[in-house]
């Protein structure tokens, strides 16, 4: 059974890079089925994509976002990364990690989330 | 402000049935059979409770029922039951830039 844990600093200086790493047990994140994606939610607010990368490393990122934000892959840990510069109070929210089917989009599994505080 | 639009909030009592609609536009719901929806209880992970339109994943009971309409798409829960109480959010497919677009989403009371 696949699992997505979120892992990474909960607070982050304004002005700094916020950098999360999601680890994939159960499953290859090599086996070329899904995307691998980066989600928030800002407290007591919707959910806003960020970005997807997939097993060859080809990326896709939110247009709103794309200036800051940088997604990678480690398929040796079987973990892929997210790091969002130049941070400021808007971008305090939970993170999660989530598994998608490409073409058709369902997040099918998802880490438990993790808070990051943008804060001085 | 959220690309789909869904209802701040719907109630019903136990036993009831309820539905949650989410508008978009061709682009999105309208145009393609992939739209999704999630629950989330608080402080817990969203989950998926439909798939393109109107699939359930295994383990979803069959209270759970999603359906479209042109840019519409709605959930409907039947035999509405305390555990049901939740936020519930929809996504699509769009070929707008971003790929997936996300509904603000809706909060469930079970009176």
């Known amino acids: 059974q696949v699992q997505l844990q979120e892992s990474g600093p909960g607070l982050v200086r304004p002005s700094q890079t916020l950098s999360l790493t999601c680890t994939v047990s159960?499953?290859?994140?090599?086996?070329?089925?899904?995307?691998w994606n980066w989600i928030r939610q800002p407290p007591g607010k919707g959910l806003e994509w960020i970005a997807y990368?997939?097993?060859?490393?080809?990326?896709y990122y939110n247009p709103s976002l794309k200036s800051r934000v940088t997604i990678s892959l480690d398929t040796s840990k079987n973990q892929f990364s997210l790091k969002l510069s130049s941070v400021t109070a808007a971008d305090t929210a939970v993170y999660y990690c989530?598994?998608?089917?490409?073409?058709?989009?369902?997040?099918?599994?998802w880490g438990q989330g993790t808070m990051v505080t943008v804060s001085s | 402000q959220s690309a789909l639009t869904q209802p701040a909030s719907v109630s019903g009592s136990p036993g009831q049935s309820i539905t949650i609609s989410c508008t978009g536009t061709?682009?999105?719901?309208?145009?393609?059979?992939?739209v999704s929806w999630y629950q989330q209880h608080p402080g817990k992970a969203p989950k998926l409770m439909i798939y393109?339109?109107?699939n359930r994943p295994s383990g979803v009971p069959d209270r759970f029922s999603g359906s479209k309409s042109g840019n519409t798409a709605s959930l409907t829960i039947s035999g509405l039951q305390a555990e049901d109480e939740a936020d519930y959010y929809c996504?699509?497919?769009?070929?707008?830039?971003?790929?997936?677009?996300f509904g603000g989403g809706t909060k469930l009371t079970v009176l």
């Open positions: 393109e339109v109107t």
């Open positions: 990368i997939y097993y060859s490393g080809a990326t």
């Open positions: 159960g499953g290859s994140i090599s086996s070329g089925d899904y995307f």
């Open positions: 989530a598994r998608a089917y490409p073409t058709t989009w369902p997040f099918d599994i």
């Open positions: 061709s682009s999105d719901v309208g145009g393609y059979n992939y």
């Open positions: 996504s699509s497919y769009t070929s707008s830039a971003t790929h997936v677009v």
